[in-house]
């Protein structure tokens, strides 16, 4: 690694650290590799908006909370995400949304995230120099590659920023841009492949966008559960491809797609299988991919809300106007 400098001392990990870029490894999936990179990407391509990067540059996901970070040099960073998590710059609150300047010594620390919203990002001018690895730097915790060594921080790793010729100037995002976060979520949806009329019935999707679903605790980067729902299904078993309804002959899979394993509905991560035998039956809009990121554990509801084409892209323009820094406030 060249032109970079050690800039973060990991004093404590927290619960699952991992550097990630955006977007990720893509072009892989006929490999097997879903792309990886942050599971909320507004929140990450904010936070590094607000220190000069590029939008994609590497930076931390912090879910959860719980980790320490001690400066070994100047630089400035950024902390955006879920709140409630007591962020501090040397036992001192320090804001979210801002570019903060940091000088070596300086601790950052934030303790169990409260929420609403459930992972940080944590953004350094220059971004994390990390190894590329088939062309991304993003971690991808199932195949054990990309990040640092392929692996969420441990307590005494040290981290390198790439250098950068400036500091970036002062900013801080206004309240009107900053993401929504909640408890009860409002995430958007098309119909996938398997929707009705051939494999759900009319009430089944009726019944997937009209009610409320709790996000359960077995929940991760691969795929975010929700609780069990017993579908009518269109039809009386999956013929050749199982007993099951929801099964379906071996297909690729979406990012963000709502897989139904059984009854049990599952929203495909960044780090998720890319084929399988069980049916897709929607899938999360890109410009609501970022709130399945935020979603808490065992606490949080959603609501499906179904959206068409255009309103999806128009979602999606809107997103990428939050993240660009030429509508932020100047300090």
């Not at 800039?7 to 097997?32: A, C, E, H, N, W």
């Not at 929420?115 to 994390?128: D, E, K, M, S, T």
């Not at 195949?143 to 970036?168: F, M, Q, S, W, Y």
């Not at 410009?287 to 935020?294: D, E, H, I, R, S």
Request: charged share 20%.
């Amino acid at each position: 690694m060249t032109d970079s400098h050690a800039v973060f001392d990991i004093v404590m990990p927290g619960l699952q650290t991992l550097v990630q870029d955006y977007p990720g490894r893509r072009g892989l999936q006929s490999k097997g590799f879903f792309p990886s990179g942050p599971m909320d990407h507004v929140s990450f391509r904010i936070a590094n908006a607000l220190v000069g990067n590029e939008p994609g540059a590497p930076a931390l996901e912090i879910p959860m909370g719980r980790l320490t970070l001690r400066a070994l040099a100047e630089t400035w960073v950024a902390v955006t995400g879920a709140e409630g998590s007591g962020l501090r710059l040397n036992s001192r609150p320090m804001p979210l949304g801002e570019t903060v300047r940091v000088v070596p010594g300086d601790e950052i620390a934030c303790s169990i995230v409260k929420g609403p919203g459930f992972r940080l990002y944590l953004a350094v001018a220059g971004g994390i120099d990390v190894p590329m690895v088939m062309g991304s730097r993003a971690t991808y915790t199932m195949g054990g590659i990309g990040g640092v060594e392929g692996r969420a921080l441990v307590k005494g790793d040290v981290l390198r920023a790439r250098a950068v010729t400036a500091p970036p100037p002062r900013l801080r995002v206004p309240a009107s841009l900053r993401p929504a976060l909640a408890n009860l979520w409002e995430v958007e949806v098309m119909r996938g492949p398997h929707a009705d009329p051939d494999f759900l019935t009319e009430q089944d999707w009726k019944d997937l966008v009209g009610r409320e679903w709790k996000v359960d605790l077995n929940s991760n980067r691969v795929g975010t559960r929700l609780e069990s729902h017993r579908f009518q299904w269109a039809r009386p078993s999956g013929g050749v491809a199982g007993g099951h309804p929801s099964n379906v002959l071996d297909g690729s899979y979406p990012i963000g797609g709502i897989n139904t394993n059984g009854d049990v509905p599952v929203i495909l991560g960044p780090d998720g299988p890319t084929a399988g035998g069980f049916t897709v039956i929607a899938a999360v809009v890109q410009a609501g991919l970022w709130k399945v990121g935020q979603l808490r554990p065992g606490r949080d509801l959603i609501r499906f809300r179904e959206v068409s084409l255009d309103e999806a892209l128009a979602l999606a323009a809107r997103v990428d106007y939050t993240t660009d820094p030429h509508h932020y406030e100047e300090l």
